[in-house]
C-alpha cells in the first residue's frame, strides 16, 4: 500500500501519534509518505525528534508552505506538489491530520485516474476558529470519505458541529509499550530530578506546549498553596509563548526557588519515572497523550475535568479530576495526591496501566487504521468501476 500523510506540523502529541504511525507503517512493508508545512508560525512548528525518526525509517518527509495557513495561494502550491507526489508514488490512500490538510488532499487526488480515498483524523477542535473558520472546515470534512475522532467526547463534539454522523469513526490514540532506549543521553535536568527524588521531594510535572488552552498558569495559582504545607517542587516541560509570563508568575507568588523551567524536550518521556504526579490542568484537549503516558509509566495523573479527560480518568481508580479553571479545586486533589500512602498510590497506578494495556496501545492503533484503510480502498475501488 502507497500511504500519504498531510498533516499542518509535526509538534506535540498529535506529531508523535502521525510519527508512530508513518514508522509502524513502513515497517510493515508500506511505503509511507509524509508532507508537513516548512516555516515555523508563532508557537507552531516541526519537532526536529520527529524529523530525524522519521529520516531514520526511511519514510519520505516534504516540507512545503503551507498546510497550516489558510492561505489558497500557498494551499494550492502544496497541492501541486502533492499532486506530483500522488502520480510518481501512485498513492492509494490520503490521511490527513488537520481540516487543511484535507482539503489538499481532497483537490490534489483528483489527479490520479483511480479513487484515492481521503480520509481526517480530529484529535481536537480548534478553539480559536472563527465562525467562518468553523463553517469551512465542516464543509471540508463533511467532503471526506471519513472523519476520525480520538475520543468519544470528539465525536459528540463533530456530531454537535453538523458533521455527518454515517462518516465519523472511532480510534484511540496508542502509544509504544516504552521509548526507553539505551542509547538515550540522561539529562541533566532529569539528574535534577533523581537528585530530589533521593532527597524525598515530591515533584509535580506538568508537561506541553505552553499556551493558553493548556492553562498552566491554573497550577502555579494551586501550587503556591500547595507548597505551605508540602515539600514539593514544580517542574514545567515545554516550549511557548507564555513561558516568560509563568515565570513572572512566580516570582510574584514568591514560589520561584520552587519551581522549574526546563524548555522542550526531545525525551521527555524520561522524566515521567521520576515524576510524583503529573497535572494536566487543560481547558480542552483532543485525546492527551499525557495522560495515555502517565498510564504506561504509571505515575499519578491529575487532570481537568473537562470531557476528553473524564472519558479517560475514573476520579480515585485510574487517577484525578478537579473542577476545570477552578486552583482552588486543583489544589485541594495535588494534597490530597500528595498523602496518598505507596500502597494506595500502587493501586491506582497499576488500575491505571490495565487500562493502558487494553486499550492505548500503539499496535490497537495500527491494526484499527490498517483495517479502516483497507475497507476505504476497496469501496473506493467499487465506487471507481
Known amino acids: 500500500m502507497n500511504i500519504l500523510h498531510i498533516t499542518t506540523f509535526l509538534q506535540g502529541g498529535a506529531g508523535r501519534i502521525i510519527c508512530d504511525l508513518a514508522i509502524e507503517q513502513k515497517k510493515l512493508g508500506h511505503n509511507v509518505y509524509v508532507v508537513t508545512s516548512k516555516t515555523q508560525e508563532s508557537d507552531y512548528c516541526?519537532?526536529?525528534?520527529?524529523i530525524n525518526r522519521l529520516n531514520n525509517a526511511d519514510v519520505i518527509l516534504y516540507e512545503i508552505d503551507s498546510t497550516f495557513k489558510r492561505d489558497l495561494y500557498l494551499n494550492l502550491k502544496v497541492v501541486e506538489k502533492v499532486k506530483e507526489i500522488i502520480i510518481n508514488s501512485d498513492i492509494d490512500l490520503i490521511h490527513a491530520?488537520?481540516?487543511?490538510?484535507?482539503?489538499?488532499?481532497l483537490i490534489s487526488r483528483q489527479a490520479s485516474h483511480k479513487y484515492?480515498?481521503?480520509?481526517?483524523?480530529?484529535?481536537?477542535?480548534g478553539t480559536n476558529k472563527t465562525p467562518e473558520q468553523e463553517e469551512t472546515d465542516k464543509i471540508i470534512m463533511n467532503g471526506l470519505d471519513a472523519i476520525i475522532a480520538s475520543s468519544q467526547s470528539s465525536f459528540d463534539l463533530m456530531c454537535d458541529k453538523g458533521?455527518?454522523?454515517?462518516?465519523?469513526g472511532l480510534i484511540y490514540n496508542g502509544i509504544a509499550c516504552t521509548d526507553i532506549s539505551e542509547s538515550d543521553k540522561v539529562d541533566d535536568d532529569v539528574r535534577e530530578m533523581i537528585k530530589l527524588k533521593h532527597e524525598g521531594v515530591k515533584t509535580i510535572g506538568c508537561i506541553g506546549t505552553i499556551c493558553k488552552r493548556k492553562n498552566q498558569g491554573l497550577l502555579l495559582e494551586a501550587f503556591k498553596e500547595v507548597v505551605k504545607a508540602e515539600d514539593a517542587i514544580c517542574v514545567f516541560v515545554g516550549e511557548g509563548e507564555l513561558v516568560h509570563e509563568l515565570m513572572q508568575k512566580a516570582n510574584e507568588y514568591?514560589?520561584?526557588?520552587?519551581?522549574r523551567f526546563w524548555g522542550y524536550k526531545e525525551n521527555s518521556y524520561q522524566f515521567y519515572k521520576y515524576f510524583y504526579c503529573v497535572v494536566l490542568p487543560s481547558l480542552s484537549e483532543g485525546h492527551p497523550i499525557t495522560t495515555v503516558e502517565c498510564f504506561r509509566e504509571k505515575v499519578l495523573f491529575i487532570g481537568s475535568d473537562i470531557p476528553s479527560i473524564t472519558e479517560l480518568i475514573k476520579h480515585g481508580e485510574t487517577g484525578f479530576l478537579f473542577k476545570s479553571n477552578n486552583p482552588a479545586s486543583l489544589a485541594g486533589v495535588i494534597k490530597q495526591v500528595l498523602s496518598l500512602?505507596?500502597?494506595?498510590?500502587?493501586?491506582?497506578?497499576?488500575?491505571?496501566?490495565?487500562?493502558y494495556s487494553s486499550s492505548f496501545t500503539l499496535n490497537a492503533m495500527l491494526d484499527n487504521y490498517m483495517r479502516l484503510y483497507e475497507a476505504l480502498i476497496l469501496k473506493g475501488k467499487g465506487l471507481h468501476k
Open 116 to 125: 484515492i480515498p481521503v480520509i481526517h483524523s480530529m484529535q481536537g477542535w
Open 341 to 355: 500512602t505507596d500502597d494506595e498510590s500502587a493501586v491506582i497506578a497499576e488500575k491505571a496501566y490495565d487500562f
Open 97 to 105: 491530520h488537520a481540516a487543511i490538510p484535507a482539503l489538499v488532499g
Open 46 to 50: 516541526n519537532y526536529a525528534e520527529y
Open 163 to 168: 458533521i455527518n454522523k454515517e462518516k465519523i
Open 254 to 259: 514568591g514560589i520561584a526557588d520552587r519551581v
